[in-house]
């Protein structure tokens, strides 16, 4: 699975095509070295034709109009969740079924807490060629990071990343070390396993995070997600009762692409942080990049 940048929340047609122009603009395209992506948030309420609160889940009726207004140009990630883990594959099936004709949707992300293995299985086997994303959310991280770890070997045959997001939406420095110490037991018991974050980032603190997260890392060889406030506007204190924000999405891209999107080989050993005062830093060990776990 190749590494992508993905912009979440998208609801219409008219915010794919806008998201794309903003991808371009930063420089992206589907041979950058980064994949870019919209993503699309569905829960099983909507998938049986009820009403879901908030503005970040568009109409089921609406996913094939989304995905094929970026055919070809952008990828697309489907994030679903749903309450019946034991309907799951069921539920998978049906949404494929409206989006399979051009394969329109690259991608699924299973957005539930440890995910019925053998639903997982069932998805695979029906569509091999679907990348599947699970999570690593609030919930999952507040468990020690072996136990974490430990759980998700199970999911190494059917699982092609895993997006650690311990931030419950919102952007909050504190998830840094939680974010790379799961990241660093996972990688120890699932080598061949890709990675991406989230958690609430925005133009203005991309820029200090991702410098932090190489360094901790010593790679570049992640996915970023948008999930959570950080590129959207509120139109109330209801949390997700928002809107994508296309200015700061266009921000985002161009200050991740400076971080990222000019490296050919995603594995270096990275520079510290240029601001020592932000709240990622911490000087490595003598000779050593803490945290760095090598492939």
């Known amino acids: 699975m190749k590494n992508y940048i993905?912009?979440?929340g998208i609801t219409t047609a008219e915010e794919a095509v806008q998201t794309l122009n903003a991808f371009r603009n930063a420089g992206y395209t589907r041979v950058s070295d980064y994949r870019p992506v919209i993503s699309t948030y569905v829960k099983s309420k909507s998938l049986a034709g009820k009403k879901v609160k908030g503005k970040r889940h568009p109409k089921v009726k609406r996913l094939p109009s989304i995905f094929k207004a970026v055919n070809g140009r952008l990828g697309t990630i489907l994030k679903y969740?749903?309450?019946n883990m034991e309907q799951l594959a069921g539920q998978v099936d049906q949404l494929m079924g409206m989006l399979q004709g051009n394969r329109l949707c690259q991608t699924l992300q299973i957005d539930k807490s440890w995910p019925d293995i053998c639903q997982v299985h069932g998805i695979k086997k029906r569509f091999p060629w679907l990348e599947?994303?699970?999570t690593a959310n609030r919930h999952v991280c507040e468990l020690p990071p072996k136990e974490i770890a430990e759980r998700f070997k199970y999911y190494q045959e059917v699982a092609d990343c895993i997006l650690i997001d311990p931030s419950g939406d919102l952007f909050h420095g504190s998830n840094f070390?939680?974010?790379v110490a799961v990241y660093s037991e996972?990688?120890?018991?699932?080598p061949d396993m890709k990675f991406g974050f989230a958690g609430g980032l925005s133009p203005?603190?991309?820029g200090p995070y991702l410098e932090a997260l190489i360094l901790r890392l010593g790679t570049r060889d992640f996915s970023l997600d948008t999930h959570g406030v950080g590129l959207r506007t509120p139109l109330s204190n209801r949390l997700g009762n928002d809107i994508l924000n296309l200015a700061k999405v266009?921000?985002?891209l161009n200050r991740v692409s400076v971080l990222l999107k000019a490296q050919k080989n995603?594995?270096?050993?990275?520079p510290p942080p240029s601001d020592k005062r932000s709240p990622f830093y911490r000087h490595p060990a003598p000779g050593q990049i803490h945290g760095r776990t090598g492939r």
């Open 250 to 252: 266009g921000g985002f």
């Open 204 to 206: 203005e603190n991309v």
């Open 132 to 134: 599947i994303i699970l």
């Open 177 to 179: 070390d939680r974010s």
């Open 81 to 83: 969740t749903t309450n």
């Open 186 to 190: 996972i990688r120890q018991s699932c």
């Open 6 to 8: 993905a912009i979440s």
């Open 266 to 270: 995603p594995r270096f050993s990275a």
